[in-house]
């Protein structure tokens, strides 16, 4: 019995044994474990932006018009002596006007009421209420008008002769009609007389015509 549990005691031990030897389990590195998904932030693509095309410059080439009846050819005015002379003239006549003007604007006063007659002073009433002195002032008046209308055409005038228009007959600028030896130039002497004029003496009898 005594050799039994020996043996059993043996048996035992040597059981035992295998309880003492320890298994060392080896952990896997953290490598072993399932990497975690990291999941990449999806980046937004910036737009690309179209490069505009340059815009297409086209050239312009600036070309004259020019009308069927216009001359290219530059007319030849009277010479700066010339216009001199007409200037002279103009001025004349022109300080004769004003001087003129003066006298009519005396005459045309109304002595009973010390006011110059007016277009709003009507023939009827004139005549009927003050008579012949009335009537007078008032053809006065109408003169008046017709010089200040000629100071308007000398005034003119002297700015033509300022642009260096002086003197070209206006219906013959485009295309000269040679119904005068000058043409499409005024004759001096036509000027001389009358230097308001923009027509030559036939050009004007064809117009009236």
């Known amino acids: 019995m005594a050799k039994k549990a020996v043996k059993k005691a043996a048996t035992k031990k040597s059981a035992a044994k295998p309880k003492a030897v320890k298994k060392t389990v080896v952990k896997a590195k953290a490598a072993s474990k399932p990497a975690k998904v990291v999941k990449a932030k999806a980046v937004k693509a910036k737009p690309v932006e179209k490069k505009k ?3 297409k410059t086209t050239k312009r080439t600036h070309v ?7 001359k290219v050819k530059k007319i030849q005015g009277y010479s700066r002596k010339d216009l001199e002379e007409f200037k002279k003239v103009i001025l004349e006549k022109r300080n004769e006007i004003i001087e003129q003007l003066q006298v009519l604007k005396d005459q045309m006063m109304d002595p009973t009421t010390g006011q110059y007659v007016n277009e709003n002073s ?3 009433l004139h005549m009927a ?20 209308k000629f100071l308007g055409y000398l ?3 002297l ?10 007959c ?14 499409p130039l005024v004759p ?11 027509h030559c003496l036939q050009v004007k009898q064809k117009m009236k015509s």
């Not at 004259?64 to 216009?70: G, R, W």
């Open 53 to 55: 095309a340059p815009a």
């Open 64 to 70: 004259e018009v020019i009308s069927p009846t216009k």
């Open 122 to 124: 009507p023939y009827s």
């Open 129 to 148: 209420e003050q008579g012949t002195d009335a009537m007078e002032r008032e053809k006065l008046y109408l003169w008046a008008q017709r010089e200040n």
């Open 155 to 157: 005034d003119d005038a």
């Open 159 to 168: 700015q033509r002769i300022e642009n260096g228009t002086f003197g070209i």
């Open 170 to 183: 206006i219906e013959c600028i485009d295309e000269p009609q040679n119904l005068c030896p000058t043409c």
């Open 188 to 198: 001096k002497e036509r000027l001389m007389a009358v230097p308001h004029t923009q």
